[in-house]
């Protein structure tokens, strides 16, 4: 038993001794590794002349970025945000045609703050939510619901100095009636 013990230790020392030396190449860790220049070779004698060359440099074109003169990449370029200013201050790009000339073509309504989209008279679409202004009057948006929009205008009558509150209410669009346009 004594002897099946020492055997069998004399293996496994001489098996973990010769690892390194069948290894893959180097995988110990106790080599160098290779450098990526080449050394200058040594002159060996007086009998042989061996001409050293010189490491030849690789020239690598490295690239900068120039932004001037061209467009900011992260900007949308569909977005166009056109402000023009009115009598009570600058106007948004819904402030610029009447309520009656949009059309509401949608409305995103499960979520935490409900959304809908306006069509103007150009055929652009407007995201809209609760407060956005639209209109000529500074109608603003109050309530979306499932399947309509309402939008409150307020202003104060000339003659009579009384503050009046206009809703409007934007529907969508009967499916049905889409159909029979096409």
């Known amino acids: 038993m004594m002897r099946m013990r020492t055997t069998l230790l004399l293996i496994c020392g001489l098996t973990l001794t010769a690892v390194p030396m069948v290894g893959c190449g180097g995988g110990g860790g106790s ?27 690789e020239e690598t074109a490295r690239y900068s970025y120039n932004s001037i003169g ?6 949308s370029f569909i977005a166009k945000e056109v402000v023009v200013i009115g009598d009570g201050g600058p106007l948004g ?8 000339s949009y059309q509401l073509r949608g409305i995103i309504w499960n979520i935490q703050a409900p ?10 679409g407007h995201v809209v939510e609760l407060g956005t202004l ?17 939008i409150t205008e307020e202003y ?13 209410t934007m529907r969508l669009p009967d499916p049905a009636s889409l159909e029979a346009k096409k």
């Open 70 to 75: 061209k467009r900011d990449p992260f900007r």
């Open 134 to 150: 639209i209109g000529k009057n500074w109608g603003k948006v109050t309530q979306i619901k499932p399947e309509e929009l309402i």
């Open 115 to 124: 959304r809908a989209l306006v069509e103007d008279p150009d055929g652009i």
């Open 93 to 100: 790009p819904l402030q610029l045609h009447d309520i009656d």
């Open 31 to 57: 080599a160098p590794a290779p450098s990526a220049r080449p050394t200058p070779m040594k002159d060996t004698g007086p009998a042989e002349a061996i001409a050293e060359e010189e490491p030849v440099e």
């Open 156 to 168: 104060r009558d000339p003659i009579e100095n009384e503050l009046i509150i206009n809703e409007i």
